[in-house]
């Protein structure tokens, strides 16, 4: 279990559905974003750096906690 809680700054694992040119020098994880909600089942509800949310929940699997 991740110590993560609502106004956490947070990475998203990067899931790459294309061939990205790059290959294995591909960025694994994107930007920092902030925590809004933790559900009980493991699941987020994050949003980027100016407020712009995302419509659908992310595993927590999914984040890791970004230190600045």
Do not use: H, Q
């Not at 294309?18 to 902030?34: L, M, T």
């Not at 559900?39 to 992310?58: C, H, L, S, V």
């Amino acid at each position: 279990p991740r110590n993560l809680k609502p106004g956490d700054l947070v990475l998203k694992k990067a899931l790459y559905v294309s061939p990205d040119p790059r290959g294995k020098f591909k960025p694994n994880w994107e930007d920092p974003y902030v925590i809004k909600e933790i559900f009980g089942g493991g699941g987020a509800r994050i949003m980027d750096i100016d407020g712009n949310e995302f419509t659908k929940p992310i595993n927590l699997d999914k984040l890791k906690k970004y230190y600045v």
